[in-house]
């Protein structure tokens, strides 16, 4: 009898690593694209998400042992637009082996000025607060999936389509609620210049304290001005954003 159990732990054992063995390995640097990725790929796919939530991923880098998996990754998902400043480094480590994909790259860019040099404009890369672009991103990870396992060609654009339909309800939920504030109302205050998008689609006015990226400090000058801003305009309510951390 104990023989016989030892005999199945390791059977079950063996089974797993070889189910395991089996599915895609993905990588992905950005929260939204591991979310995606489970989505979409469902049990076919292994997902490591190397930026964790909470984790600040303009202040990311990537360590070792992440460049260790990318190196052994068959896709790997990245939002592009400049979020991710160490891509070589990723391309470095995938060399010729997994497909490395920008998902935002075609995606028509918004443009803002660096709060570290204003005279720059620089690409605002938070193209996922659009529903739109998120929908564009879901089918372009449904796309690559099929690319590296055309015979689970089915099953991903199955695992699609269901979450496509939970954004656009998602969408017509924002927008039934939002039809309740006036659009002279629609005044957006933010500690982080990352809502362009959303905005565009819904009519609000950003006033932001910080510029582009988390990194940045805001002086004691736009501080003031956000403040006149918010009292001149009659903001009613202001939501306080999360506090990331830093994964250094």
């Known amino acids: 009898m104990k023989i016989s159990l030892l005999s199945f732990i390791a059977f079950f054992a063996a089974a797993m690593a070889v189910q395991a063995a089996d599915k895609i390995r993905v990588s992905t640097f950005s929260t939204i694209l ?11 796919v292994a997902v490591t998400g190397h930026v964790k939530p909470g984790i600040d991923p303009h202040e990311f880098e990537p360590k ?8 052994d990754a068959q896709l790997i998902l990245l939002s592009a637009k400049h979020m991710e400043s160490y891509v070589g480094k990723l391309k470095e480590a995938t060399g010729t082996k997994g497909d490395l ?19 720059k404009v620089v690409e605002d890369p938070h193209w996922w607060q ?18 590296v396992s055309p015979a689970d060609k089915a099953t991903f654009t199955e695992n699609a389509a269901k979450y496509l339909a939970k954004l656009d309800a998602l969408e017509k939920w924002v927008k039934v609620e939002l039809a309740k504030l006036p659009r002279d109302k629609r005044k957006l205050v933010t500690s982080h210049d990352a809502f362009q998008y959303f905005a565009r689609e819904n009519g609000f006015t950003i006033h932001a304290i910080e510029g582009v990226s988390s990194e940045d400090q805001p002086s004691s000058k736009k501080v003031g001005d956000i403040v006149a801003a918010i009292k001149s305009e009659g903001v009613k309510a202001i939501f306080p954003g999360e506090h990331r951390k830093s994964p250094k």
């Open 101 to 119: 994909v920008e998902v935002g790259d075609g995606f028509a860019s918004l443009k803002m000025k660096s709060e570290k040099d204003p005279d």
């Open 34 to 44: 591991t979310e995606i990725a489970q989505q979409v790929g469902g049990d076919r």
């Open 130 to 147: 659009s529903v739109l672009y998120t929908e564009k991103a879901v089918k372009i990870v449904r796309d690559e999936l099929i690319k």
């Open 64 to 71: 070792p042992e992440d460049l260790k998996i990318v190196g």
